[in-house]
């Protein structure tokens, strides 16, 4: 079965650094793009960035370009999303979610990672 | 830059139809998708590529997309359908989800 897992809820101060990861199995993880998903408190799906493990090409929406960084390590089917400077405007759930292969939709979803952050 | 608009909320009676809308520009020329999300849960795609239901999605939901606007039909809506629903389409290789509307069964 296909599986996206994401590590847990993190609580941090303004101005820390933050790494949260997703780890995919039952299918083939680094030839498949792995979106980043963000919903603030009460609010839609914001889109962040997307990347293709195999080779870490990473496309960012303008809006979260230079604020996060998007990685990945191939040797266990991983994808992080970084943060070197958090802030508390940062707080949300963050989800990840695999780009089907006809790339028309997202059809796989993590459980999202509760990131806290106060001030 | 593209935007894709919901209306925030929508409501409609046990049984009847539910319709919401989403807006874009010449959106009939992209393949759009919506997602349901129930409270603390994590989105599920119920339509995809305009009109296709996911395996194990119920028959009832549909969707279309014509000119400006997609739609996601809900044909004898039941309360367990009760969820904020996203509609969501590619502005090159970029998703753009739609603001979400909240569906009430009433």
């Known amino acids: 079965d296909v599986q996206l897992v994401q590590s847990g809820a993190e609580v941090k101060k303004a101005g820390q650094s933050l790494t949260i990861s997703c780890q995919g199995s039952?299918?083939?993880?680094?030839?498949?793009?792995v979106g980043w998903v963000r919903q603030m408190p009460g609010k839609g799906l914001e889109w962040m960035g997307i990347?293709?493990?195999?080779?870490?090409?990473?496309r960012y929406n303008p809006s979260f370009q230079g604020q996060v960084a998007m990685s990945a390590d191939r040797s266990i089917n991983t994808v992080y999303l970084h943060w070197s400077s958090l802030k508390a405007s940062d707080t949300a759930i963050y989800f990840c979610?695999?780009?089907?292969?006809?790339?028309?939709?997202?059809?796989?979803w993590g459980q999202g990672t509760l990131v806290t952050v106060s001030s | 830059s593209f935007e894709l608009t919901q209306p925030p909320s929508a409501s409609v009676s046990p049984g009847q139809t539910a319709s919401i809308t989403c807006s874009g520009d010449?959106?009939?020329?992209?393949?759009v998708c919506w997602y349901q999300q129930k409270p603390g849960q994590t989105p599920v795609v119920v339509i995809y590529?305009?009109?296709n239901r996911p395996s194990g999605i119920p028959e009832r939901f549909s969707g279309s997309n014509s000119g400006n606007t997609a739609t996601l039909t809900i044909s004898g809506t039941q309360a367990m359908d009760e969820a904020d629903y996203f509609c969501?389409?590619?502005?090159?290789?970029?998703?753009?989800f739609g603001g979400g509307t909240k569906l009430t069964v009433l």
């Open positions: 990347i293709y493990p195999d080779d870490s090409d990473t």
């Open positions: 969501q389409a590619w502005d090159g290789n970029s998703p753009v």
């Open positions: 590529q305009d009109k």
């Open positions: 979610a695999r780009r089907d292969a006809s790339g028309s939709y997202l059809d796989y």
């Open positions: 010449r959106l009939e020329r992209k393949f």
């Open positions: 039952g299918y083939s993880f680094t030839t498949t793009w």
